[in-house]
């Protein structure tokens, strides 16, 4: 059984965690010994909203995502789920309380991106109803969008 609760404090450890083992990895912009952007993620975290998943009401997270509403446009900055823990569902139901989120704050449309080469989150989303609008090349990402029914 998985809790989502919002994410507090005292989750920092375990989120920093996360994105340096599961979500760096696959970025070719973000290196895991870049010290000025992983200490900016606290504070990233704390503009918009960020809700995990743990095992328990106290345990550390397991995964997360954080997004943020501008306007009518949900923007999905990170969502990361633990390796042992894919497969569960876990991104699935996150992305679905995003998408609930974006569409009680009035968006119309949702935003992501995924690195090239990241294959596995380009089929996720694709199951998920995301379509690639065009490939950023100075990011190397590609631009996934999503109309949110109201």
Same mark, same amino acid.
């Given at each position: 059984?998985?809790?989502? $609760?919002?994410?507090?404090?005292?989750?920092?450890?375990?989120?920093?965690?996360?994105?340096?083992?599961?979500?760096?990895?696959?970025?070719?912009?973000?290196?895991?010994?870049? #010290?000025?952007? *992983? $200490?900016?993620?606290?504070?990233?975290?704390?503009? #918009? *909203?960020?809700?995990?998943?743990?095992?328990?009401?106290?345990?550390?997270?397991? +995964? !997360?995502?954080?997004?943020? @509403?501008?306007?009518?446009?949900? !923007?999905?900055?990170?969502?990361?789920?633990?390796?042992?823990?894919?497969?569960?569902? *876990? #991104?699935? @139901?996150?992305?679905?309380?995003?998408?609930?989120?974006?569409?009680?704050? #009035?968006?119309?449309? +949702?935003? *992501?991106?995924?690195?090239?080469?990241?294959?596995? +989150?380009?089929? !996720?989303?694709? $199951?998920?109803?995301?379509?690639?609008? $065009?490939?950023?090349?100075?990011?190397?990402?590609?631009?996934?969008?999503? +109309?949110?029914?109201?």
């Amino acid at each position: 059984m998985t809790i989502i $609760r919002s994410y507090r404090n005292s989750d920092k450890k375990a989120v920093l965690q996360l994105i340096k083992t599961e979500l760096i990895p696959k970025s070719h912009t973000v290196h895991s010994l870049d #010290g000025p952007l *992983l $200490r900016a993620i606290p504070r990233r975290l704390q503009e #918009g *909203l960020t809700l995990v998943a743990s095992r328990t009401r106290s345990s550390a997270p397991v +995964a !997360f995502i954080h997004l943020m @509403h501008d306007k009518e446009v949900l !923007f999905v900055d990170m969502l990361v789920v633990h390796s042992r823990y894919q497969g569960r569902q *876990l #991104g699935r @139901h996150l992305m679905e309380l995003a998408e609930t989120s974006g569409r009680l704050h #009035g968006c119309s449309k +949702a935003i *992501l991106y995924v690195d090239k080469g990241n294959e596995g +989150a380009c089929r !996720f989303y694709g $199951r998920l109803g995301y379509s690639t609008q $065009r490939f950023i090349k100075e990011l190397k990402c590609y631009e996934l969008t999503k +109309a949110l029914a109201t």
